[in-house]
């Protein structure tokens, strides 16, 4: 009988610890505070993304003008080439070397596009990374002053509530 009663004990005590922590769970779960941003449109109105881009368009719009300059002048010269050689002018030796030095010409052409490609990826990543982390900044101080345990972003969500968006606390602590 003193076996019953104490695992009858032991039971109700599992069931109040259990109870305990399911009370303390939903208590914490409605703390919580969830907050969202629209990160586009904060990025869109800072100044320094906007001389990022203009720094970003400058050095892109640079760098196609020297690759379209090589590549005219690789298709005037190959017109040269084929004009000599129908017109008779060069001996067969002469246009095999010629041939084969636009051939490295073209390749050349080829490794500057593929430069342009990896110098605009990289200065991109060096004007914007010091942007984002701006942005991410102003979010964790606002997500800490206003008690958010999470922030998130507005292309995430499938619904927010407009009392929920704190991008305007974000622009105010960027300044903008």
């Known amino acids: 009988m003193a076996t019953t009663q104490l695992n009858q004990m032991k039971k109700f005590f599992q069931l109040a610890v259990v109870a305990l922590l399911l009370i303390a769970a939903t208590t914490t779960a409605s703390a919580q505070k969830f907050g969202y941003v629209n990160s586009q449109a904060i ?38 080439l084929q004009t000599q050689a129908q017109d008779g002018e060069l001996t067969p030796k002469v246009q ?32 914007l990374e010091p942007i984002y982390e701006k942005v991410n900044e102003a979010i964790k101080a ?32 960027l300044g903008i």
């Open 43 to 80: 990025l869109a109105e800072m100044p320094e993304m906007k001389a990022a881009e203009s720094n970003l368009e400058g050095l892109q719009k640079q760098l196609q003008k020297k690759g379209q300059a090589m590549v005219t002048t690789f298709q005037a010269d190959v017109q040269a």
């Open 142 to 173: 606002v997500a800490e002053e206003g008690g958010y345990q999470f922030i998130f972003d507005q292309q995430v969500l499938l619904y927010g509530e407009e009392a929920s968006d704190v991008s305007a606390a974000v622009k105010v602590k």
């Open 96 to 127: 095999a070397e010629e041939s084969a030095k636009l051939e490295k010409r073209q390749e050349e052409i080829g490794k500057f596009e593929k430069s342009m490609m990896s110098d605009i990826q990289n200065k991109r990543s060096e004007l």
